[in-house]
């Protein structure tokens, strides 16, 4: 195949350029391959999961007769077909605390009990309703701070951070409040709901294709639950139809189903649960109640934190451990603490078991952090941001984390201070201290606020050994790549992003590079894609394999043309050999004729980074990433309804691979985090049924909610101190908190009601009815007290 030779700029710059997505027109015309488009072979089966209708109890019978007897229906999984060496548990921690069915106790409303295996998903379904379960109950505890106080355990081993001395500190500080915070959860609302698709092979061999964050534990539980070995099991992702954490572990039970279904009747079979079902039998965010105490002086200046952090983690332990640790990790924000103790407290509840989500718990600390600095602004009648200006981490002596990690990049005074003229933040301030003021003397209907908030995020899983990563390329002989990694993609742009990579270190064109599925047949033993770790990771592991053939090509190139190493330069779709220029398809054609191989694994680990979870003590983060945010709201009084008039954010993303793409992310995670904090409310009653099971009764931000004005900008000034993939920084979970922004301006345009004087302590979600309860009881409150 003829190569046209293009000019060095029009190759030059393969990363760090403003480049499609690689499936962006696929996805826009509906022609993106998802798991449910997997064409079905003959005889394939339909599995549907039948759920238990109580929150906590003992498991007495289970009669499937009735679904046996329905038509279509092939036969049933429970509990009895997982045979040994099989083993019942699907723990993503390997704590055999998570059935794939439960033997003896109902532990949450929604608990998958047995699987119907039917010719249709329709008939699946409506067998899985046949059931009969006979149960007796027994006491259930919904709420974290309920079941801490009726003495349930943990699922997790707790984690305190500690440094200085807490004690002196508080004893001698000018001023001191304590507060609790009651922090809401969050559905993943990925629009592509949970599936995976079991085809059986020869010997023990199984075939998985699912739309998973992590393939690798994926097939790890496929093989656990069979008792087969994991060479037996492949597991492939071509693309997920969103994630956010919520397929991280999750879809270990309908993979694991799926097999075992296959296994038991020989046949392909296909299981997707409704989207009720899916919100009801799946985890979410953590929703936090958070116990705070904070000493300041009269310049707002903090000198001893203390905070209990309890999570409703639900019935099983999944990623509640790393998940309640960051957000210890995460309590500090963009300030220093003299002196600080922080424990953690996962506390076992009946109800699903909870798991990641973008932020793994980083969220949850963050907006402590900043409710703590709110409080203390109002108490000293200061702007939150001179609070927060006062508050930063600095030079040494100011510089160390909770966890003992030095803050060596911080360049947050920097992006504050852009931020802060960008955004026209001073006047805009006064304005709108005006406007309030005027309306309160006049009874006026609305009340505006404003806030500046930053973010500062450490970037890299706080489990040392996830912190890896693989890739596998080829390069054929017509001088076509294919390239594959660990990573999966889910919208995010981690294919672009990587094939960037490999087109830079070859000098070719990005269309030459075909980016595979990702499968355990090729890259073994990967990490989730998580912990905006994707491009970090998989972008070093794919270099590496380029960096191994390249080095195979120019030592088979100074042996050919007999020239030193310094005579062999890749150029725009040609190599200079001396005083030679060849395509770089000729050199491939030469060097595949010479038995040169042309095919390698890359591998990756990040370094530096180190952790003593039993100390609290280390460097658990490769690098921070930082960002900040002014969000401006405008409330009715009368209803608590609001809108977002205007945000304007810079964020940190390093020198970008793709700065079109960044921003992307940039915008996606402000308003999903927006959406956290506004209106996505997760509600239980007291049976332990999720009220809140569908898009009809749960409330993800509308085009209507995005702010009316929304300026998002890159900080393209800044480079990653770090040796990280192109000098980049990580981008999908960091902005996520930016949206704290909006929940800080409601707080102050509620606050006006009494003057500031009060801080309102909104609970999040902040929604309509929230609000207008802050606002009724700030102005009781103000009414009494005159």
């Known amino acids: ?64 007769n009735a679904c046996l007897a329905m038509e279509g229906v092939v036969g049933v999984i429970t509990a009895k077909d997982i045979i040994a060496p099989g083993y019942n548990d699907i723990s993503a921690n390997h704590l055999d605390d998570e059935p794939v069915f439960p033997t003896d106790e109902i532990e949450f409303l929604g608990q998958p009990l047995f699987a119907v295996v039917a010719r249709s998903r329709a008939e699946a379904r409506r067998a899985a309703r046949e059931a009969k379960i006979t149960c007796e109950p027994l006491p259930a505890q919904i709420d974290a701070l309920e079941a801490k106080e009726a003495g349930y355990p943990y699922v997790a081993k707790p984690l305190k951070l500690e440094r200085g001395d807490v004690i002196k500190g508080f004893a001698g500080a000018t001023n001191r409040i304590k507060g609790q915070m009651r922090i809401g959860g969050q559905d993943h609302m990925y629009l592509e709901g949970q599936i995976a698709f079991a085809l059986p092979g020869e010997d023990e061999d199984m075939l998985i294709r699912t739309s998973t964050q992590h393939p690798s534990e994926a097939q790890h539980m496929v093989a656990q639950v069979l008792g087969i070995p994991s060479h037996s099991v492949t597991v492939e992702v071509r693309r997920l139809g969103g994630g956010f954490g919520g397929k991280e572990s999750q879809m270990n039970i309908f993979c694991v189903v799926a097999a075992l279904a296959a296994r038991k009747f020989g046949q392909p079979v296909k299981i997707r649960p409704d989207r009720d079902d899916d919100m009801t039998a799946t985890g979410k965010r953590h929703d936090f109640v958070v116990d705070y105490d904070v000493a300041f002086d009269e310049d707002g200046v903090i000198a001893a934190v203390e905070g209990d952090f309890m999570a409703r983690c639900g019935y099983a332990a999944d990623l509640s451990g790393p998940v309640t640790d960051r957000a210890l990790f995460h309590a500090d924000n963009a300030y220093f603490y003299p002196n600080v103790l922080l424990r953690s407290h996962p506390m076992k509840t009946n109800t699903v078991s909870n798991t990641a989500f973008r932020g793994f718990g980083g969220p949850q600390g963050v907006v402590v952090a900043e409710r703590m600095i709110e409080e203390i602004a109002f108490a000293l009648g200061k702007d939150p941001l001179e609070v927060r200006k006062a508050n930063f981490y600095g030079d040494a002596g100011r510089d160390l984390t909770p966890y003992h990690q030095q803050v060596e990049d911080n360049i947050l005074p920097r992006l504050i201070e852009e931020m802060e003229a960008k955004s026209d933040y001073q006047a805009r301030r006064v304005d709108i201290l005006t406007y309030n003021a005027k309306a309160n003397a006049s009874h006026g209907l609305c009340r505006k606020g404003l806030a500046l908030t930053p973010v500062k995020f450490g970037i890299s899983f706080t489990a040392t050994h996830f912190n890896q990563a693989g890739s596998l390329i080829h390069v054929y002989s017509d001088g076509s790549i294919q390239l594959n990694h660990g990573g999966t993609e889910m919208g995010q742009g981690l294919n672009t992003k990587v094939a960037q990579v490999v087109a830079d270190a070859f000098q070719v064109d990005i269309e030459r590079i075909k980016i595979t599925s990702t499968t355990t047949e090729k890259v073994p033993n990967t990490s989730a894609t998580a912990a905006s770790s994707g491009s970090d990771l998989n972008g070093m592991a794919a270099l590496d394999a380029v960096n191994q053939i390249k080095g195979r090509l120019v030592a088979f190139l100074c042996e050919k043309w007999d020239v030193a190493e310094d005579e062999i330069a890749f150029l725009p779709n040609r190599v200079k050999i001396g005083e030679k220029l060849l395509s770089f398809d000729e050199v491939i054609k030469q060097a595949y ?194």
């Open 1 to 64: 195949m003829k190569q046209d030779i293009k000019t060095e700029d029009a190759i030059r710059g393969q990363v760090h350029k403003n480049l499609p997505h690689e499936s962006a027109q696929k996805h826009v015309s509906g022609q993106a391959d998802y798991t449910d488009d997997t064409r079905e072979p003959i005889g394939t089966l339909h599995a549907y999961l039948g759920l238990s209708d109580v929150a906590h109890a003992k498991l007495v019978d289970i009669d499937l």
């Open 593 to 786: 004729l010479a038995r040169v191989h042309l095919s390698a694994a890359g591998f990756y680990k990040t370094p530096k980074i180190h952790w003593d979870r039993d100390k609290g003590q280390g460097r658990p983060f490769f690098y921070f990433a930082y960002g900040a945010a002014v969000s401006e709201v405008t409330v009715n009084r009368l209803t608590g309804e609001y809108v977002i008039d205007r945000t304007d954010i810079i964020h940190d993303v390093g020198k970008s691979l793709n700065p079109i793409l960044d921003q992307g992310q940039v915008e996606g995670a402000f308003v999903q985090g927006m959406g956290w904090l506004t209106t996505e409310e997760l509600w239980w009653d007291k049976d332990g049924r999720l009220r809140t099971h569908a898009p009809s009764t749960y409330k993800i931000p509308l085009a209507s909610d995005i702010p009316r004005i929304f300026n998002v900008e890159l900080a393209e000034w800044s480079q990653n101190a770090e040796r990280t993939i192109k000098r980049s920084k990580a981008v999908g979970e960091p902005p996520f908190m930016l949206a704290i922004s909006v929940l800080e301006a409601l707080s102050m345009a509620v606050a006006s009601v009494a003057d500031y004087k009060i801080c309102p302590r909104l609970d999040t979600p902040a929604t309509p009815e929230r609000v207008l309860l802050a606002i009724d009881k700030l102005m009781e409150k103000g009414r009494c007290d005159g």
